[in-house]
């Protein structure tokens, strides 16, 4: 192993995360009663979970991710972190961490699972049963998202539209959840390396900063049965083409994904000035940037004129119904101290 991970560095970095754990618990908590006016979470950053008592088949399926832990943890330091065994090992690790609740509570109550007060669904896989029609789906999508559920009608139709064909290849919510795994973690993995070798020197450094991205118990959790996973595949692709030197074919590939990234979520437009300002650190100029950004315009103008599918109305409605009972700075910053 690299001479960074030892006994004394591993101890060191869990004082420090604790350290760091109480101060944004005491921030957090002074900032919910100082400003927002609300209780906070008296568990801070731990926001929503319900302590249960563990069976025997949770401590077999523990026992599983962690011996397949310790073996991959070895194997990746054996073999000097390549992108291949990395990437193959962090998915393995992202579904046994899942399956230690259980293959219904880790892989179908993600994508399908509903709740007594929303008896007809809150996820993106239920919005999909309902379409009957895809072209008319996309093309009516702003008529119809003020009346979608949560997820769906605060995102563009991008979502549903992935869960929707995932739904006709695969079948259930079990493979929809492994496939989004494997897209997630094998994309981000890819890109990952990509990036982290723009920065790193040795290939081996590269190797462990992506390992240890993975290892990130928040990744472990939410790149398995998640789009926000995709998502987050997406713009790390972004970002990976606009590293690369030279105009092509970093250019196509960013604004490939870039299209890609806007269909899936508003939240995309926070990549903009990431990319612009990469740019204008490493080249000056943010030729780049703009000339990607004149393509997804046009991309959408075009668009809209084959499937009637208007992206700004579709902003302004998830806008409107995110913001629609209360002022937007509230529940803006309550949202981001509870998803911290």
């Known amino acids: 192993m690299p ?6 560095g591993i101890l060191a970095s869990w004082c420090v995360f604790v350290a760091l754990a109480v101060i944004g618990n005491l921030a957090a908590r002074f900032f919910c009663g100082a400003f927002l006016h609300m209780r906070c979470h008296l568990f801070w950053p731990l926001n929503v979970f319900w302590p249960r008592t563990p069976h025997f088949w949770h401590y077999a399926r523990a026992a599983l991710a962690l011996a397949v832990f310790t073996y991959a943890l070895r194997l990746v330091s054996l ?4 992108r291949g065994i990395v990437c193959a090992v962090s998915l393995a690790l992202v579904l046994c961490t899942n399956f230690i609740a259980g293959g219904h509570t880790g892989f179908v109550i993600p994508i399908a699972g509903v709740s007594p007060g929303a008896p007809r669904g809150v996820q993106y896989f239920h919005e ?3 379409i009957k029609d895809l072209p008319a789906f996309v093309s009516g999508y702003q008529q119809l998202q003020p009346h979608l559920s949560m997820h769906a009608r605060t995102h563009p139709p991008g979502p549903v539209i992935l869960i929707y064909a995932l739904h006709k290849l695969l079948g259930g919510p079990q493979m929809i959840s492994i ?6 973690t094998l994309l981000s993995g890819f890109f990952l390396f990509g990036i982290a070798g723009r920065f790193f020197r040795q290939k081996r450094l590269a190797g462990l900063a992506v390992f240890l991205f993975f290892l990130i118990p928040a990744v472990q959790v ?3 049965a998640s789009v926000d996973a995709m998502i987050a595949a997406l713009f790390l692709g972004v970002v990976y083409f606009f590293v690369k030197e030279g105009f092509f074919p970093g250019f196509a590939g960013a604004a490939i994904l870039l299209i890609a990234s806007s269909f899936m979520s508003f939240s995309f437009l926070f990549l903009l000035p990431v990319i612009a300002a990469f740019e204008l650190l490493q080249d000056k100029r943010i030729f780049k940037a703009v000339s990607a950004v004149f393509t997804l315009v046009c991309f959408y103008a075009v668009f809209y004129l084959a499937t009637g599918f208007n992206y700004l109305d579709s902003f302004l409605n998830a806008y409107t119904s995110f913001y629609a009972r209360v002022s937007a700075w509230p529940l803006t910053a309550q949202y981001l101290i509870t998803r911290l």
């Open 179 to 184: 496939a989004l795994a494997a897209f997630a």
């Open 79 to 82: 073999k000097d972190y390549p």
């Open 3 to 8: 001479a960074i991970i030892n006994r004394r």
């Open 128 to 130: 999909a049963l309902r």
């Open 222 to 224: 939410y790149y398995c």
